[in-house]
C-alpha cells in the first residue's frame, strides 16, 4: 500500500559546522535515504520546509537535491530559512521527473489522501487568518511552525494547536529540530518530524521521517528512523578522566566508524563528530588531547570539536586534581559557587553533611519563615 513520506527540516547544504568545513554530506545521505525510501514503497513524498539551509543555496547543492529528488512525486513547504518570495528552489528544475506541487495554500489528493499546507508564517495573526481558509476536505494539514504545546514559553510559539480547524484530523510539522514530538490537543492530532540532519551540538542525534497510509478509510503512521553520522560527546572534568579518556578514544571511533559502515552509511558520513568538554585547568590538556587524536583529525578520520569548559579557571586548578572518587562536599563546591549563592551553598553542604538532614531542613525554615510547606508535618512553633 503505497503513501506519503514527510520528511522535516532536511537543511540541505554542503557542510554542517561552519568550523569543521570538511565534514559534509549528512543533509545529502539523509536525502538519499528518504527519496529511496519513497522509491522503493511508491510513496510520493512531503517536505515540510527548511528544505534548504539558505534562501540562496550553493549550485552543488541545489543540483543535488533536484537530482534525488527527480522520479518522486514531491509537494513542499518552505520554512523561515529557503523561503523565496517568487520560484521556490525545488520547482527550478525544468526537466522534473514526477510531480512538483509547492502546496503553501493548495490542496492535493495524493494516495487517496488530501494534503493542504501553507508556507512558515511568523505573524500569529496572519497565521490565523491564513487557518480559517484550510478546505473542509482537507486531511493533513501541512505546516512549519512552533506550537505551544512544545515550546511553552509564551514567546518561542507562532501557533496554538486549538487554532487549526476541528475538521483537520491531522497536522504534521516542520521547524521543530528537537526529539520528535506528537500529541492529541482538543481532539486535534499533531506530530513532528523532527529534523532530518543535524544543524547543532544540542540536537538529538536519532532523526526519522513519519509516513501516513490510508487502508480502508483509516489514515495509519509509520516513524522511520534515518542513519546518521557517529556522535561522540564526552565530558573531561578531572585529569585522571583526561588519561583514560585519552587511552580509549582511537579505539572508540574506529568502532563507531566500522558499526557505521557496517549500517550501510557512506565513509565521507561515517567518520565519527567527536566533541570534547574539558577543563581548562587540567595541565596540558590541549597538548595531551591532540597527542592522542592530532593525526586522526589530520587524516580525517575524525571530525574534532573541543569545548573547552570555562568554568573551571586557572585560579581553582585544584578541581583538575579531586580525581575521581570526588567527596559530596567537592561535588558540591563545583556546581553551586559559594560567592554567587552563599545561602543555597551553605544549606546544600549542611544537609550533605549532617547527621539527621531533618534537623537543618527545620533549621532553615525556621530562620526562613518558610512555614506553610505542604513537605513536612513541622510545626512553625
Ligand atoms: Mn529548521
Given at each position: 500500500m503505497s503513501g506519503i513520506v514527510f520528511a522535516g527540516d532536511l537543511h540541505a547544504s554542503p557542510a554542517i559546522y561552519t568550523s569543521l568545513p570538511g565534514m559534509q554530506g549528512d543533509s545529502?545521505?539523509?536525502?538519499?535515504?528518504?527519496?529511496?525510501?519513497?522509491?522503493?514503497?511508491?510513496?510520493?513524498?512531503?517536505l515540510l520546509g527548511d528544505?534548504?539551509?539558505?534562501?540562496?543555496?550553493?549550485?552543488?547543492?541545489?543540483?543535488r537535491?533536484?537530482?534525488?529528488?527527480?522520479?518522486?512525486?514531491?509537494?513542499?513547504?518552505?520554512?523561515?530559512?529557503?523561503?523565496?518570495?517568487?520560484?521556490s528552489w525545488p520547482d527550478v528544475s525544468p526537466y522534473t521527473v514526477g510531480e512538483r506541487v509547492h502546496l503553501n495554500g493548495k490542496l492535493i489528493e495524493w494516495k487517496g489522501i488530501k494534503l493542504y499546507g501553507l508556507?512558515?508564517?511568523?505573524?500569529?495573526?496572519?497565521?490565523?487568518?491564513?487557518?480559517?481558509?484550510?478546505?473542509?476536505d482537507c486531511e493533513i494539514l501541512c505546516l512549519h511552525q512552533l506550537i505551544k504545546q512544545v515550546m511553552g514559553i509564551e514567546e518561542a510559539w507562532h501557533l496554538d494547536i486549538a487554532q487549526v480547524p476541528e475538521h483537520v484530523k491531522y497536522t504534521v510539522l516542520g521547524d521543530w529540530h528537537g526529539l520528535p514530538q506528537n500529541g492529541e490537543t482538543d481532539g486535534r492530532k499533531w506530530a513532528y518530524t523532527g529534523s532530518s540532519t543535524m544543524r547543532s551540538i544540542s540536537e538529538p542525534t536519532g532523526k526519522s521521517f513519519l509516513v501516513a497510509q490510508k487502508i480502508s478509510d483509516q489514515i495509519g503512521w509509520e516513524?522511520?528512523?534515518?542513519?546518521?553520522?557517529?556522535?561522540?560527546?564526552?565530558?573531561?572534568?578531572?585529569?585522571?578522566?583526561?588519561?583514560?579518556?585519552?587511552?580509549?578514544?582511537?579505539?572508540?571511533?574506529?568502532?563507531?566508524?566500522?558499526?557505521?559502515?557496517?549500517?550501510?552509511?557512506?565513509?565521507?558520513?561515517?567518520?565519527?563528530?567527536?566533541?570534547?568538554r574539558f577543563n581548562v585547568a587540567i595541565p596540558g590538556a590541549h597538548d595531551k588531547i591532540m597527542a592522542a587524536i592530532g593525526p586522526s583529525i589530520e587524516d580525517g578520520s575524525i571530525h574534532f570539536h573541543p569545548m573547552p569548559h570555562r568554568k573551571f579557571?586557572?585560579?581553582?586548578?585544584?578541581?583538575?586534581?579531586?580525581?575521581?572518587?570526588?567527596?559530596?562536599?567537592?561535588?558540591?563546591?563545583?556546581?553551586?559557587?559559594?560567592?554567587?549563592?552563599?545561602?543555597?551553598?551553605?544549606?546544600?553542604?549542611?544537609l550533605a553533611n549532617a547527621p539527621d538532614p531533618r534537623v537543618i531542613a527545620v533549621a532553615f525554615k525556621h530562620r526562613h519563615r518558610v512555614y506553610d510547606s505542604p513537605l513536612t508535618g513541622v510545626s512553625s512553633g
Open positions: 545529502e545521505f539523509a536525502l538519499q535515504q528518504i527519496t529511496d525510501y519513497a522509491r522503493q514503497h511508491d510513496h510520493a513524498l512531503v528544505n534548504f539551509d539558505r534562501r540562496f543555496p550553493d549550485s552543488g547543492t541545489l543540483a537535491v533536484l537530482e534525488l529528488l527527480d522520479g518522486s512525486d514531491v509537494a513542499f513547504i518552505q520554512g523561515q530559512h529557503d523561503v523565496q518570495p517568487s520560484i508556507d512558515c508564517e511568523r505573524s500569529r495573526d496572519k497565521l490565523a487568518e491564513k487557518l480559517k481558509k484550510v478546505p473542509k516513524r522511520v528512523p534515518l542513519l546518521t553520522r557517529p556522535f561522540m560527546l564526552n565530558d573531561v572534568r578531572f585529569e585522571t578522566e583526561l588519561t583514560t579518556w585519552c587511552d580509549a578514544i582511537n579505539a572508540a571511533f574506529q568502532k563507531a566508524t566500522k558499526d557505521a559502515l557496517g549500517k550501510g552509511v557512506p565513509l565521507q558520513v561515517a567518520r565519527p563528530f567527536v566533541a570534547l579557571t586557572p585560579d581553582s586548578p585544584d578541581y583538575a586534581n579531586v580525581g575521581a572518587n570526588v567527596s559530596a562536599q567537592a561535588a558540591i563546591d563545583e556546581s553551586i559557587d559559594k560567592v554567587i549563592c552563599p545561602e543555597l551553598h551553605e544549606l546544600v553542604s549542611d
